[in-house]
């Protein structure tokens, strides 16, 4: 993606990208094509507690995906994706200002570990200081703390309508998707002039993260997050700041230096504080 946005402006490569994968669930699934009507028509009390809910999601990912492409063009592809990790430290506080979660020491303290990580892999110490590109993929990592806090909402409400999860899930991601497509589109016009250039290296970067970044990981999300423990969840979200600073190290020829890596190393610490369950009942 970081390669592509050289052909592409941010704001249009992820519009093409979300509405590429929209009209693929349109195509081969009812339960999307079901979805995307009830974001014009709801009529019963479930249908528009899916419709509010998939709104969220689909305003979160734009949003998100937005956020980390524009920070994308100043900041590295390593520490973009530690950096988006912390979502996962976020989503508690989240949870906590919409009734669902108390904030506890235990909690407190993964948030300062995390944040100490995160002045070391941005060094805003060094002469060039906070890079503009770490202020929005920061920001990207909060919205999509939102996002994960609201897909189980989305799933509870789409349940209620299908009666069959695989049909839910399949509502779920691809409506989120549809709505994300219309809102971008919609704020188009404001956000300057657009660019797309389908050179080799963009239209591969749109196929894979259409297809397979979004697509099947926002299905894969929906479907089995709230089937697996916290803990387990962070790991797995944790495999792709690792994967990343690995291909940008050795495909990328991005120079990772220590104190970068001792700052990765803390927010992975952070998160697996803040999921792993302990006795530390303590509340603020």
Same mark, same amino acid.
């Given at each position: 993606?970081? !390669?592509?946005?050289?052909?592409?402006?941010?704001? $249009?490569?992820? %519009? %093409?990208?979300?509405?590429?994968?929209?009209?693929?669930?349109?195509?081969i699934s009812r339960s999307a094509r079901q979805g995307a009507k009830l974001l014009f028509v709801a009529k019963t009390r479930e249908e528009k507690a899916f419709r509010n809910n998939v709104l969220v999601l689909g305003l979160a990912i734009?949003?998100?995906?937005?956020?980390?492409?524009? /920070?994308?063009?100043?900041?590295?592809?390593?520490?973009?994706?530690?950096?988006?990790?912390?979502?996962?430290?976020?989503?508690?506080?989240?949870?906590?200002?919409?009734? !669902?979660? *108390?904030?506890?020491?235990?909690?407190?303290?993964?948030?300062?570990?995390?944040?100490?990580?995160?002045?070391?892999?941005? =060094?805003?110490?060094?002469?060039?200081?906070? $890079?503009? /590109?770490?202020?929005?993929?920061?920001?990207? &990592?909060?919205?999509? /703390?939102?996002?994960?806090?609201?897909?189980? *909402?989305?799933? =509870?409400?789409?349940?209620?309508?299908? =009666?069959?999860?695989?049909?839910?899930?399949?509502?779920?991601?691809?409506?989120?998707?549809? &709505?994300?497509?219309?809102?971008?589109?919609?704020?188009?016009?404001?956000? #300057?002039?657009?660019?797309?250039?389908?050179?080799?290296?963009?239209?591969?970067?749109?196929?894979?993260?259409?297809?397979?970044?979004? /697509?099947?990981?926002?299905?894969?999300?929906? !479907?089995?997050?709230?089937?697996?423990?916290?803990?387990?969840?962070?790991?797995?979200?944790?495999?792709?700041?690792?994967?990343?600073?690995?291909?940008?190290?050795?495909?990328?020829? +991005?120079?990772?230096?220590?104190?970068?890596?001792?700052? &990765?190393?803390?927010?992975?610490? #952070?998160?697996?504080?803040?999921? %792993?369950?302990?006795?530390? !009942?303590? +509340?603020?």
């Amino acid at each position: 993606m970081q !390669r592509a946005l050289t052909d592409s402006s941010p704001t $249009a490569f992820v %519009v %093409v990208r979300f509405s590429l994968v929209s009209v693929v669930f349109l195509i081969i699934s009812r339960s999307a094509r079901q979805g995307a009507k009830l974001l014009f028509v709801a009529k019963t009390r479930e249908e528009k507690a899916f419709r509010n809910n998939v709104l969220v999601l689909g305003l979160a990912i734009g949003a998100g995906y937005i956020f980390q492409t524009i /920070g994308l063009l100043t900041t590295t592809t390593s520490k973009s994706a530690f950096l988006t990790s912390t979502a996962v430290i976020w989503t508690p506080f989240i949870s906590m200002f919409t009734g !669902r979660e *108390k904030l506890t020491l235990k909690l407190c303290i993964a948030v300062l570990c995390t944040l100490v990580g995160i002045f070391l892999m941005t =060094h805003p110490f060094q002469h060039e200081g906070l $890079a503009i /590109g770490d202020i929005f993929t920061l920001c990207c &990592a909060a919205v999509f /703390g939102v996002y994960i806090v609201w897909v189980d *909402k989305a799933l =509870h409400s789409a349940i209620e309508i299908t =009666h069959d999860e695989h049909s839910a899930t399949m509502m779920v991601t691809s409506t989120q998707l549809v &709505a994300a497509s219309i809102i971008l589109l919609a704020f188009m016009p404001v956000m #300057g002039t657009q660019r797309l250039i389908l050179t080799p290296y963009c239209i591969a970067a749109l196929a894979f993260t259409a297809l397979i970044a979004t /697509g099947a990981t926002a299905y894969l999300q929906a !479907r089995y997050q709230n089937v697996v423990t916290p803990a387990t969840a962070a790991v797995i979200y944790m495999l792709e700041p690792v994967v990343a600073m690995l291909i940008a190290e050795f495909f990328l020829t +991005e120079q990772i230096s220590f104190v970068e890596v001792l700052g &990765a190393g803390l927010i992975i610490v #952070g998160v697996i504080i803040a999921q %792993v369950r302990t006795s530390m !009942r303590y +509340e603020i």
